[in-house]
Protein backbone atom coordinates (compact mmCIF):
# COMPACT_ATOMS: atom_id res chain seq x y z
CA UNK A 1 0.00 0.00 0.00
CA UNK A 2 1.86 3.47 -0.88
CA UNK A 3 1.95 5.92 1.65
CA UNK A 4 -0.46 8.31 0.28
CA UNK A 5 -3.36 5.65 0.54
CA UNK A 6 -2.17 5.10 4.45
CA UNK A 7 -2.05 8.42 5.34
CA UNK A 8 -6.20 9.02 3.81
CA UNK A 9 -6.55 5.46 5.95
CA UNK A 10 -4.99 6.63 9.18
CA UNK A 11 -6.60 10.31 8.74
CA UNK A 12 -10.43 8.82 8.10
CA UNK A 13 -9.73 6.66 11.06
CA UNK A 14 -8.01 9.28 13.29
CA UNK A 15 -11.06 11.42 12.08
CA UNK A 16 -14.07 8.95 13.15
CA UNK A 17 -12.28 8.48 16.78
CA UNK A 18 -12.45 12.55 16.93
CA UNK A 19 -16.38 12.27 16.12
CA UNK A 20 -16.94 9.53 18.56
CA UNK A 21 -15.11 10.99 21.47
CA UNK A 22 -17.03 14.21 20.72
CA UNK A 23 -20.61 12.31 21.37
CA UNK A 24 -19.21 11.92 24.66
CA UNK A 25 -20.24 15.66 26.56
CA UNK A 26 -22.33 17.28 28.70
CA UNK A 27 -24.04 20.33 27.58
CA UNK A 28 -23.70 23.51 29.35
CA UNK A 29 -24.49 27.19 29.00
CA UNK A 30 -26.06 29.16 25.78
CA UNK A 31 -25.68 25.97 23.54
CA UNK A 32 -22.34 25.10 24.19
CA UNK A 33 -21.12 21.65 25.69
CA UNK A 34 -18.07 20.00 27.34
CA UNK A 35 -16.45 17.19 25.46
CA UNK A 36 -14.21 14.93 24.91
CA UNK A 37 -13.23 15.39 21.27
CA UNK A 38 -10.55 18.06 22.38
CA UNK A 39 -8.82 15.20 24.28
CA UNK A 40 -8.75 12.54 21.13
CA UNK A 41 -7.15 15.61 19.11
CA UNK A 42 -4.84 16.09 21.99
CA UNK A 43 -3.52 12.86 22.28
CA UNK A 44 -3.34 12.68 18.51
CA UNK A 45 -1.24 15.40 18.23
CA UNK A 46 1.00 14.65 21.22
CA UNK A 47 1.13 10.87 19.49
CA UNK A 48 1.45 11.53 15.72
CA UNK A 49 1.67 15.50 15.31
CA UNK A 50 -0.06 18.08 13.64
CA UNK A 51 0.51 16.21 10.00
CA UNK A 52 -2.72 13.73 11.10
CA UNK A 53 -4.15 15.88 14.12
CA UNK A 54 -5.04 18.81 12.25
CA UNK A 55 -7.26 16.67 9.75
CA UNK A 56 -8.45 13.72 11.76
CA UNK A 57 -9.33 17.48 13.97
CA UNK A 58 -10.84 19.55 11.52
CA UNK A 59 -12.85 16.10 9.64
CA UNK A 60 -14.19 14.95 13.07
CA UNK A 61 -15.54 17.66 14.69
CA UNK A 62 -16.95 18.82 11.52
CA UNK A 63 -18.50 15.55 10.91
CA UNK A 64 -20.04 15.61 14.52
CA UNK A 65 -22.04 18.98 13.63
CA UNK A 66 -23.41 17.65 10.52
CA UNK A 67 -24.12 14.74 12.75
CA UNK A 68 -26.01 16.00 15.65
CA UNK A 69 -27.54 19.24 13.06
CA UNK A 70 -25.49 22.04 14.28
CA UNK A 71 -24.58 22.79 10.69
CA UNK A 72 -24.00 26.36 11.32
CA UNK A 73 -20.96 25.65 13.17
CA UNK A 74 -19.47 22.83 10.57
CA UNK A 75 -17.05 25.28 9.14
CA UNK A 76 -16.47 26.93 11.91
CA UNK A 77 -15.38 23.83 13.70
CA UNK A 78 -13.65 22.49 10.36
CA UNK A 79 -11.36 25.10 10.20
CA UNK A 80 -10.74 26.13 14.28
CA UNK A 81 -10.56 22.48 15.28
CA UNK A 82 -8.28 21.13 12.69
CA UNK A 83 -5.67 24.85 13.23
CA UNK A 84 -6.24 23.37 16.67
CA UNK A 85 -4.53 19.93 16.27
CA UNK A 86 -2.48 21.04 13.74
CA UNK A 87 -0.66 23.48 16.38
CA UNK A 88 -1.02 21.15 19.40
CA UNK A 89 1.09 18.48 16.62
CA UNK A 90 3.34 20.70 15.75
CA UNK A 91 4.44 22.27 18.65
CA UNK A 92 4.50 18.68 20.72
CA UNK A 93 6.79 17.30 17.40
CA UNK A 94 9.02 20.41 16.95
CA UNK A 95 12.67 19.41 16.59
CA UNK A 96 13.25 15.85 17.84
CA UNK A 97 10.94 15.83 20.75
CA UNK A 98 8.11 13.86 18.90
CA UNK A 99 5.53 14.32 21.10
CA UNK A 100 8.09 13.06 23.89
CA UNK A 101 8.29 16.41 26.14
CA UNK A 102 5.75 17.08 28.86
CA UNK A 103 6.42 20.45 28.87
CA UNK A 104 6.31 21.46 25.07
CA UNK A 105 3.80 19.09 24.88
CA UNK A 106 1.67 21.13 27.57
CA UNK A 107 2.73 24.64 25.88
CA UNK A 108 1.25 23.07 22.13
CA UNK A 109 -2.01 21.74 24.43
CA UNK A 110 -2.21 24.93 26.09
CA UNK A 111 -1.39 27.44 22.87
CA UNK A 112 -4.28 25.18 20.71
CA UNK A 113 -6.78 25.63 23.84
CA UNK A 114 -6.44 29.32 23.47
CA UNK A 115 -6.49 29.21 19.53
CA UNK A 116 -9.86 27.30 20.32
CA UNK A 117 -11.02 29.70 22.37
CA UNK A 118 -10.38 32.69 20.49
CA UNK A 119 -11.91 30.92 17.33
CA UNK A 120 -15.37 29.93 18.96
CA UNK A 121 -15.58 33.61 20.35
CA UNK A 122 -15.78 34.68 16.51
CA UNK A 123 -18.15 31.53 15.42
CA UNK A 124 -20.70 32.14 18.18
CA UNK A 125 -20.26 35.93 17.97
CA UNK A 126 -21.67 35.42 13.70
CA UNK A 127 -23.68 32.25 14.91
CA UNK A 128 -25.61 33.56 17.69
CA UNK A 129 -25.56 37.09 16.54
CA UNK A 130 -24.29 38.60 19.50
CA UNK A 131 -20.59 39.08 21.73
CA UNK A 132 -21.93 39.40 24.98
CA UNK A 133 -24.16 35.85 24.43
CA UNK A 134 -20.63 34.38 22.88
CA UNK A 135 -18.50 35.38 26.09
CA UNK A 136 -21.30 33.41 28.02
CA UNK A 137 -19.62 30.14 26.40
CA UNK A 138 -16.55 30.62 27.71
CA UNK A 139 -16.34 28.77 30.21
CA UNK A 140 -17.48 25.77 28.38
CA UNK A 141 -14.71 25.99 25.83
CA UNK A 142 -11.97 26.26 28.32
CA UNK A 143 -13.51 23.44 30.36
CA UNK A 144 -13.63 21.38 27.26
CA UNK A 145 -9.65 22.13 26.70
CA UNK A 146 -9.27 21.47 30.37
CA UNK A 147 -10.31 18.30 30.43
CA UNK A 148 -8.54 18.07 27.11
CA UNK A 149 -5.51 18.55 28.41
CA UNK A 150 -6.04 16.22 31.74
CA UNK A 151 -7.06 12.73 29.69
CA UNK A 152 -4.42 13.23 26.96
CA UNK A 153 -1.08 13.80 28.95
CA UNK A 154 -1.89 10.09 30.86
CA UNK A 155 -3.96 8.70 27.51
CA UNK A 156 -1.13 9.37 25.07
CA UNK A 157 1.59 7.81 27.60
CA UNK A 158 -0.32 4.91 27.69
CA UNK A 159 -0.95 4.64 24.28
CA UNK A 160 2.64 5.61 23.26
CA UNK A 161 3.81 2.01 24.94
CA UNK A 162 1.26 -0.15 23.16
CA UNK A 163 1.54 1.91 19.67
CA UNK A 164 5.73 1.61 20.17
CA UNK A 165 5.59 -2.31 20.98
CA UNK A 166 3.29 -2.60 17.96
CA UNK A 167 5.00 -0.25 15.47
CA UNK A 168 2.52 2.29 14.39
CA UNK A 169 3.78 4.53 16.70
CA UNK A 170 5.85 5.92 13.19
CA UNK A 171 3.30 6.64 10.75
CA UNK A 172 5.32 7.85 7.90
CA UNK A 173 7.87 5.28 8.27
CA UNK A 174 5.63 2.07 8.73
CA UNK A 175 4.18 -0.96 6.89
CA UNK A 176 0.46 -1.76 7.13
CA UNK A 177 0.04 -4.53 8.97
Known sequence: MNKNTKYIIYVGMFSALCTIATFIKIPFGNGAMVHLGSAMIFTLA???????AG??????????????GFS???????VIKGIAGFIAGSIAHIGNNNGNNFFINLLGLFAA?????????????FVIGSFEAALLNIPSSLMSSSMGIIVSIPLSLTLRKT???????NLDTNTCR
Do not use: E, M, N, Q
Open 46 to 52: ILFGGKY
Open 55 to 68: PAGAIGSAFFDLLL
Open 72 to 78: PYTLWSF
Open 113 to 125: SLWTLVGYIIAWT
Open 163 to 169: LRKSGYL
